[in-house]
């Protein structure tokens, strides 16, 4: 009996401990420095970006923002700090994996390949990868390319799908990067190249704000769909269920489609346009069921 009683009082006295340490992760090093580091993109409209004030915000962030809220609950800091670093498609996975960002909220394509080295949210958007061209180009197909140059943003999935397409389609196209999404619409607005290959809601964000969107259109071809969704460090599950939790709440709460309607539907910053970008039936079944299912 005493040996039983022992037993229990070891139990409880390291049962605090062992408690305590289960938080480990994201969530530890949040409630050990008191702040949560948001990646944010800064010409990524309308997802993430920069307004006239160059302050970060977009549909994305405000996604990100329901996580930050869910923290703060789950680690009782309701004034836990909120820093927001600005990310490339270049460097955002590096920048995930050493620890500068907790979380990554731009226009990143939940991809099989990406998810052996980071881990994804619920699917916030479904894009079409297409091509935005010059109406007065003759530029009709992707494949009327052929022989021309054209734009794309490095470290997107759109560099290696248009490579495949050249393979299979026997088109040979000449590929100049831009550092963001901004930069690689320039050169087709300077007619640097034929076309700017990316996601057509993306394409859609930069020709709204340009100086004559009237100048464009987006071809009707797709070259692949895809799911967008905010990064995590791969491996961090409690982190992870959290995000869940929180992206899936919104979803299944309908306050997803206030959210959407704001930033695709409304006028938004800086210049006051509307992106005019119904809900489709595809993105409207992913928030119906939330998952992270890559392409």
């Known amino acids: 009996m005493r040996r039983f009683i022992t037993t229990i009082i070891t139990a409880a006295l390291l049962g605090g401990p062992v408690a305590a340490q289960d938080l480990g992760g994201t969530l530890k090093k949040i409630k050990d420095t008191g702040t949560i580091t948001l990646g944010h993109r800064e010409s990524s409209i309308p997802f993430s970006y920069l307004d006239d004030k160059q302050q970060p915000i977009g549909y994305a962030l405000d996604l990100c923002m329901k996580i930050v809220d869910a923290v703060k609950t789950e680690l009782k800091i309701p004034n836990l700090k909120v820093t927001l670093q600005p990310v490339t498609s270049s460097n955002r996975i590096p920048l995930l994996q050493n620890g500068t960002i907790d979380l990554e909220c731009g226009s990143t394509t939940n991809s099989v390949a990406r998810q052996e080295q980071v881990s994804f949210g619920p699917t916030y958007f479904v894009i079409n990868v297409s091509a935005a061209v010059k109406k007065s180009s003759s530029v009709n197909t992707i494949a ?152």
């Open 144 to 295: 009327d390319l052929d022989g021309k140059t054209v734009s794309t943003t490095s470290g997107t999935t759109s560099v290696p799908l248009i490579k495949s397409y050249e393979k299979a389609k026997g088109v040979d196209v000449k590929e100049i990067y831009g550092k963001d999404h901004a930069e690689s619409f320039l050169l087709l607005a300077d007619d640097r190249a034929a076309a700017f290959i990316m996601d057509d809601i993306l394409l859609a964000g930069q020709i709204a704000n340009a100086r004559n969107p009237a100048d464009y259109r987006i071809l009707p071809e797709s070259l692949r769909q895809e799911p967008y969704s905010m990064m995590l460090r791969k491996g961090d599950a409690p982190f992870k269920a959290l995000v869940d939790r929180a992206v899936g709440a919104v979803m299944k709460s309908g306050e997803i489609e206030k959210i959407y309607a704001k930033w695709f539907t409304a006028p938004i910053a800086p210049k006051g346009v509307n992106l005019n970008f119904p809900m489709t039936p595809v993105i409207r079944d992913a928030f119906k069921n939330p998952n992270d299912k890559g392409v």
